[in-house]
C-alpha cells in the first residue's frame, strides 16, 4: 500500500491539512471543511494509499510557502503539486492557475476558459473538490454578480484572502523600477523584472547590474516572462 505522507498546520486562516505523494503535494486544504471526508476518500482512492502522519521536505517547504503567502512577502507558490481526479476537474483547475493574484474569475469565465461555456454547474463542482487550495486559487472565484460564493475555509476567510491580495498587488511601474537593485526580497514573486536588451527575466532583489528604465518591462509571474521570450537570471535563478 501507498503511502499520503500528511501534517496538520495551524495558519491564521485556520487549520490545514497538508499531504504529499513522491515528492510533489497532492493536498493542502482546510482540515475541518464539510467535504473533508469526500476530498480524503478520492486521494487516497486514486492514489491507492493511506495518510500517514509523517514530515516531508515537500511539506515543510510548503509550510514555509503558506507563511510567506500570507504575510504578504509571496504571490507565486513554488511547490510542485499533483492533481488527483478527472480529466475535466484537471482542466478546471489548470484555468484555476491561470487566475492570477489578486485578481477574481467568475465560474463562466472558467467555464469560457476550458472552452465549455455550457459546463458552468460541472465547473462549480470541480471547483469544490479541489483539494490543494491557495496553490489551486479557488478562493479567486466569486459569483457573476460579484458576490463572494462558497468557499472550503468559509467565506470570511475567502474574503480576507482576497483583501490580502489586492492590498499586495497594487504598485506602479515607477515604483517597481525604483525598488529594484535594492537586493530586498520583500517583493519576490510580486513581481518579475524583464530586460528587453538581454531576454532575461529576474526577482525584484537581483543583485546584478540594474537595467536602464527604458529596458525594462514587468510581469506578476515568471510564467508570463517565459511565455513573451524571456529566460532566467543565472544571478538571482527565479
Not at 503535494?25 to 494509499?49: G, H, P, Q, W
Not at 467565506?155 to 491580495?165: F, G, P
Request: net charge positive; charged share 30%.
Amino acid at each position: 500500500m501507498n503511502t499520503i505522507n500528511i501534517q496538520y498546520y495551524k495558519t491564521k486562516i485556520g487549520e490545514l491539512i497538508l499531504g504529499s505523494f513522491g515528492n510533489k503535494l497532492c493536498l493542502l486544504d482546510f482540515r475541518y471543511r464539510r467535504m473533508r471526508t469526500s476530498v480524503d476518500n478520492r486521494l487516497k482512492r486514486e492514489l491507492n494509499a493511506e495518510y500517514i502522519e509523517q514530515d516531508t521536505n515537500v511539506l515543510k517547504e510548503t509550510r514555509k510557502q503558506i507563511d510567506e503567502y500570507l504575510s504578504g512577502e509571496r504571490v507565486e507558490f513554488t511547490i510542485p503539486i499533483l492533481m488527483v481526479g478527472s480529466d475535466f476537474q484537471k482542466q478546471v483547475w489548470n484555468a484555476l492557475i491561470s487566475v492570477n493574484y489578486g485578481e477574481v474569475a467568475t465560474y463562466l469565465d472558467l467555464a469560457k476558459n476550458i472552452n465549455n461555456e455550457k459546463a458552468v454547474r460541472a465547473v462549480a463542482s470541480a471547483n469544490g473538490a479541489n483539494s490543494i487550495g491557495l496553490i489551486i486559487p479557488c478562493h479567486r472565484i466569486i459569483g457573476s454578480d460579484g458576490d463572494l460564493v462558497g468557499y472550503g475555509g468559509g467565506l470570511q476567510v475567502k474574503k480576507r484572502l482576497l483583501n490580502l491580495e489586492k492590498k499586495n498587488s497594487k504598485l506602479t511601474d515607477d515604483e517597481k523600477y525604483e525598488f529594484i537593485g535594492s537586493r530586498n526580497k520583500k517583493f519576490d514573486f510580486k513581481f518579475i523584472t524583464a530586460v528587453k536588451t538581454t531576454r532575461i527575466y529576474c526577482l525584484p532583489s537581483c543583485s546584478a547590474k540594474k537595467p536602464n528604465k527604458e529596458n525594462v518591462v514587468f510581469y506578476d509571474t515568471k510564467k508570463e516572462a517565459i511565455k513573451n521570450g524571456y529566460r532566467a537570471c543565472e544571478v538571482c535563478n527565479p
